[in-house]
């Protein structure tokens, strides 16, 4: 069993930038492939990134990449994600989830544990 809770939002204005933490209880976080995805005003929830259980492994959404970037601290039991050059497009409800196991990272069908979710609001 794993818990998940995620903190970090707020809002912000374009350009901006914040860290997103997910603190995890549980023995086994160190085993699970975490990921952060988000659900924006009226739409799907979608993938934002993931990171493999040793940390070696990143990967992101198109919409993010060279902006965003998700770590883990197994010591910490803590997996973050680092925004940078926040968009109008990138105010969502961000939650942090965890899998252990997977054949795509990316699916969200593959993810046991999800967090309440925070909310990140970028004004323009």
């Known amino acids: 069993q794993v818990q998940l809770v995620e903190s970090g939002g707020g809002l912000v204005q374009a350009g901006d930038s914040l860290r997103l933490s997910c603190a995890a209880s549980?023995?086994?976080?160190?085993?699970?492939?975490m990921a952060w995805f988000r659900q924006p005003p009226g739409k799907e929830r979608e993938f934002v990134t993931a990171i493999t259980w040793s940390g070696r492994s990143t990967y992101y959404a198109d919409s993010v990449k060279g902006r965003f970037t998700i770590s883990r601290d197994n010591a910490k039991n803590t997996v973050y994600l680092q925004m940078n050059s926040l968009k109008p497009d990138d105010t969502a409800v961000y939650y942090c989830a965890a899998a252990r196991t997977y054949r795509d990272i990316r699916d969200a069908s593959y993810y046991t544990y999800w967090g309440q979710g925070t909310q990140v609001t970028v004004s323009s």
């Open positions: 549980g023995r086994s976080f160190s085993d699970c492939g």
